[in-house]
C-alpha cells in the first residue's frame, strides 16, 4: 500500500527512499544518451563521441546537459504559457512516478503495492497526455501533429501492452511486481534453465515479441517514432522547447525507455533473479542482473533504432489493430489453457 | 498536523479549483487539460482512502484513456483554418438556478446525513476482495456492464462502416 | 490467413537479416580518422597549396601570365652588372632580382597551370591544407626573402645603372652621330672632290653614296 506516514519525522527518510530511482535514472540517462550515440557510431563504422574525457569521449552527455542547463528559457509569445512550462515536468514526474513499483532488488522497492503492474501503466498513461500537452500548448502545426499522433499511437499501443502484461499475470497469479520476481528464483527448467517465466510457457515468447514491439511505440523508439521523427516532423512536440525544459523531456523519454525495458525483464526474465541460481546473489547483485536485464533490452531497443527504418501512420495502426492485439487476445487464451492443463 | 490531512486538504482543493477552471475557462482546451487535474486530484483522494486499485483505475480509464480521446476529438474534428477552440454559455440564469439549487441540495443531504464514522484500517489485499465480488455476487451486473460495452462498440463500428461504404459508394458514383 | 503468416514471416526474416548486418557492423573496426589528431597523407599530385622555392626562380613570369584568376603578382628588377645573383640548381642563371612575388591563396583555383610552364620548377603545390584564416588578407603569401630596404637599395642601383646606362648610350649614339655626321662630311667632300675630277674626267665611274663605316 502507499503508505503516508503519520508522523512528519518519516519525510526525510521517506524522501531519500524515493530519490533513489531519480538517482538511477538520472545516472542512467547520462549514460544511456552518451551509450545510444556509441552504438550508433559503431553500427554506422564511426566511433561516436570521442573528445570530451579523454576515454572515448564518456563525458559528452554531462558537457551536453551543462550547455543545455545554460541556454536561454525560450517560450514562443502564443503558447499556451502555464501548459507549455508545465509539460515538461509532468512527463518526467509520470515516468518517475512509475519507477516507485520496481523491485531494484530483493532489498530495495519504492513501494510493495499489490497493484504494481496495474499501477505503473495507469501512470504511464500520464505520459500521453504531457505529450498532448507540450503538443497543444506549442501552437505550432508539427508540435500538434506529432501530438496528435502521439495520442492515437499510446491509445492503440496500450491495449496489447495490457493485453501481454495480462498474459503474465494469468501465469504468475499476482499483480505485484515483487511477488512476480519472486516466484521467478530458482533453476528447475530442464535441469539448468532459471524458471523465468518466458521459459516456463511456450506462449509466453509469443507474449514476450508482442510486448517489446508494443514497447517500443509506447516508448516512442525507431521504427514507431511518428510522433517526434525528426526528419518529417522536426521532432513533433519538441520543436518550441529549448534548454532544460527539452532535457526534461529526453529524460523523460529515457526514463520511460528504461521503465518499460524493466518490467519487461521483471514479467519474462526474472526480475533481479540471477541465471546461476544462488551464484552472486545478494542485495548488491541482484541490481546488477536486474540493471543488466533492463540495459540489454535497452541496447536492443538501440540497435533496432538503427536498423529499421519508420513505418507510416496508417501501417502503424494496422500492426496494432490487425495483428498484434487478435494475436495477444488469442495468445492470452492459449497462455491460459497451458496453465489449466498444465 | 498531520501529514495525511496536509495531503487531503492539498488535493481536495486541488480537485475543487480544476473543476472550476474547467467549468470557467473560455478555452475547450484548457478546460479538458483542467478536468486532468480534477481527475488527478479524484485519484489522489482515492489513494488517501486506501483504494489503490480504484485510483489505478481512475488513472488509466478516465486520465488515460477519455480524456485522450476527448482531446484528439476536439483537435480532430475542429475544423477551419483557426485554432480557436471556445465554448459559449448558453442558458446562462436556468443553468445557475438549477446547480445552485443541486448544490444546495447536495449541502443539505451532507449535513443532515448521519455518517457511520469508523477507523482507518488498511486493508491487505484490495483486488483479490474486488476480483472476488465482482466473479462472486455482483457477477450479474458485471456481465451486464461488460455486455451494454459490446453492443455499444458494435454499433459504433456498425455505424462507422455504413458511413464509409456510403461515402466510398458516392465517390463510386461520382 | 496464410497471406497473412506468410507476410509475418517475411517481415521478421527480412528484420533479423537487417539487425544481423547492423550488429556484424557494431562489431567492426571503425573507419573513422581521429583527423586532428592523425592525418591521412594526401595522395600524390594533390593540389593544395602553392609554394615557391624562391632560390630557384628566375623571375621569367610565366607562372603569373599563366595564372587564369591573376593570382600571382611579381615585380622584378634587374640585376646590376656589379652583382652576380648566381645560378638556379637547374643550372639557368639567374638575373633579376625578384623584389615581389606574392601569391593570393584566397583568389587561387588549384588549376595547377603555373606548375607547368616554369623552366625551373621552383613552383609547386605542396600538401598542405590547414592554411584557413580569419582575415582574408592573411591568405596572401609573400615569397620574395628580401628586406624592404634591400628593395629600395635594389631599386635605386638599379636605377642609377639604368641612368648610366641610359647616359652611355646616349653618349655613344651621340658619339656614333657625330661619327656618322663626319664620315658624311668627308663623304660629301669626296664626292665633291670626284665631281671635280669626273668634271675632268668622265669615263670615271661615282663612288658608292651609302658607304657605312662600321
Redesign the interface.
Known amino acids: 500500500?502507499?503508505?503516508?506516514?503519520?508522523?512528519?519525522t518519516y519525510?526525510l527518510p521517506i524522501l531519500v527512499h524515493a530519490a533513489v530511482p531519480l538517482t538511477i535514472i538520472v545516472v542512467y540517462a547520462l549514460v544511456a544518451i552518451w551509450g545510444e550515440r556509441k552504438?550508433a557510431?559503431?553500427?554506422?563504422?564511426?566511433?561516436g563521441p570521442?573528445h570530451v574525457g579523454r576515454w572515448h569521449g564518456w563525458a559528452q552527455s554531462i558537457a551536453d546537459l551543462l550547455k543545455l542547463l545554460q541556454k536561454e528559457d525560450i517560450v514562443p509569445k502564443d503558447a499556451?504559457r502555464f501548459?507549455f512550462k508545465f509539460a515538461p515536468f509532468m512527463m518526467f514526474a509520470a515516468s518517475y512516478a512509475a519507477f516507485a513499483v520496481i523491485p531494484f532488488s530483493s532489498g530495495y522497492i519504492g513501494s510493495n503495492?499489490?497493484?504494481g503492474v496495474?499501477?505503473l501503466?495507469?501512470?504511464t498513461?500520464?505520459l500521453?497526455?504531457s505529450i498532448?500537452?507540450a503538443a497543444?500548448a506549442s501552437?505550432n502545426k508539427w508540435s500538434?501533429l506529432g501530438?496528435?499522433r502521439s495520442?492515437?499511437q499510446?491509445?492503440s499501443y496500450?491495449v496489447p501492452t495490457i493485453a501481454t502484461v495480462l498474459t503474465v499475470i494469468v501465469v504468475a497469479g499476482s499483480?505485484n511486481l515483487m511477488t512476480i520476481t519472486e516466484m521467478q528464483a530458482g533453476n528447475d527448467i530442464l535441469g539448468f534453465l532459471p524458471n523465468w517465466l518466458i521459459f516456463q510457457n511456450p506462449f509466453l515468447i509469443v507474449a514476450f515479441i508482442i510486448f517489446f514491439i508494443s514497447i517500443l511505440a509506447e516508448a516512442h523508439r525507431v521504427p514507431f517514432d511518428l510522433p517526434e521523427s525528426e526528419s518529417e516532423l522536426v521532432a513533433g512536440y519538441q520543436t518550441e522547447y529549448s534548454g532544460i525544459r527539452w532535457a526534461m523531456f529526453m529524460l523523460a523519454e529515457y526514463a520511460d525507455m528504461l521503465l518499460l525495458s524493466l518490467l519487461g525483464a521483471v514479467l519474462f526474465f526474472g526480475g533481479w533473479n540471477s541465471p546461476f541460481g544462488d551464484f552472486m546473489s545478494g542485495p548488491f547483485w541482484e541490481f546488477f542482473w536486474f540493471m543488466l536485464k533492463g540495459l540489454l533490452l535497452v541496447f536492443v531497443m538501440m540497435?533496432?533504432r538503427?536498423?529499421?527504418p519508420r513505418y507510416r501512420v496508417d501501417q502503424l495502426m494496422h500492426i496494432c489493430w490487425g495483428?498484434l492485439i487478435p494475436l495477444s487476445f488469442i495468445n492470452l487464451v492459449l497462455v491460459a489453457l497451458w496453465e489449466v492443463i498444465f | 498536523m498531520e501529514l495525511t490531512t496536509i495531503l487531503f486538504y492539498f488535493f481536495s482543493i486541488a480537485t475543487i479549483g480544476a473543476a472550476a477552471v474547467m467549468v470557467f475557462s473560455k478555452n475547450i482546451v484548457h478546460s479538458a487539460f483542467a478536468l486532468m487535474f480534477s481527475l488527478i486530484g479524484v485519484a489522489s483522494l482515492y489513494v488517501l482512502l486506501y483504494a489503490d486499485f480504484i485510483a489505478a483505475t481512475q488513472l488509466l480509464v478516465y486520465v488515460g484513456g477519455i480524456l485522450i480521446l476527448i482531446l484528439f476529438g476536439v483537435m480532430l474534428t475542429t475544423q477551419g483554418r483557426s485554432f480557436d477552440y471556445k465554448t459559449i454559455t448558453v442558458n446562462l440564469v436556468p443553468a445557475s438556478i438549477l446547480s445552485l439549487g443541486v448544490a444546495a441540495l447536495l449541502i443539505f443531504v451532507f449535513v443532515k446525513t448521519d455518517w457511520m464514522i469508523s477507523e482507518v484500517a488498511e486493508p491487505d489485499q484490495t483486488i483479490y476482495d474486488l476480483g472476488m465480488l465482482l466473479m462472486g455476487d455482483y457477477v450479474l451486473p458485471f456481465i451486464i456492464a461488460g455486455v451494454l460495452l459490446l453492443i455499444a462498440i458494435i454499433g459504433a463500428i456498425l455505424m462507422a462502416t455504413r458511413l464509409s461504404s456510403q461515402s466510398i459508394k458516392n465517390e463510386n458514383i461520382e | 490467413m496464410l497471406y497473412v503468416f506468410k507476410e509475418g514471416w517475411s517481415t521478421f526474416k527480412s528484420i533479423f537479416t537487417g539487425m544481423g548486418v547492423t550488429i556484424r557492423h557494431f562489431f567492426s573496426p571503425s573507419v573513422t580518422e581521429k583527423y586532428p589528431y592523425e592525418k591521412i597523407e594526401l595522395p600524390k599530385g594533390a593540389r593544395a597549396k602553392l609554394h615557391v622555392n624562391i632560390d630557384d626562380c628566375i623571375g621569367c613570369n610565366l607562372c603569373a601570365r599563366a595564372c587564369p584568376v591573376n593570382c600571382i603578382d611579381i615585380e622584378t628588377v634587374k640585376a646590376t652588372d656589379d652583382v652576380d645573383l648566381g645560378k638556379t640548381s637547374t643550372g639557368n642563371p639567374k638575373r633579376f632580382w625578384l623584389t615581389r612575388f606574392d601569391i593570393d591563396m584566397a583568389k587561387c583555383m588549384y588549376c595547377d597551370l603555373c606548375v607547368h610552364p616554369c623552366p625551373t620548377n621552383c613552383i609547386y603545390m605542396v600538401p598542405e591544407y590547414e592554411y584557413s584564416e580569419v582575415d582574408r588578407s592573411n591568405l596572401v603569401y609573400h615569397f620574395s626573402n628580401l628586406k624592404p630596404e634591400m628593395v629600395a637599395e635594389v631599386k635605386e642601383k638599379a636605377e642609377q645603372e639604368a641612368e648610366q646606362k641610359k647616359r652611355e648610350r646616349q653618349e655613344m649614339m651621340r658619339k656614333k652621330a657625330e661619327a656618322a655626321k663626319k664620315k658624311k662630311e668627308e663623304q660629301e667632300k669626296k664626292q665633291a672632290e670626284a665631281k671635280k675630277s669626273s668634271n675632268k674626267n668622265d669615263n670615271d665611274k661615282p663612288s658608292t653614296p651609302g658607304k657605312k663605316d662600321s
Not at chain 1, 1 to 8: C, G, K, Q, S, V
Not at chain 1, 41 to 47: N, T, V, Y
Request: net charge negative.
Open positions: 500500500m502507499i503508505n503516508f506516514a503519520a508522523n512528519t519525510t552504438v557510431g559503431f553500427i554506422q563504422d564511426r566511433l570521442m499556451s501548459l503495492i499489490n497493484i496495474f499501477y501503466l495507469a501512470v498513461s500520464l500521453t497526455l498532448i500537452m497543444w501552437n500538434l501530438g496528435m495520442a492515437a499510446m491509445v496500450e499483480l540497435w533496432i538503427w536498423t529499421l495483428i
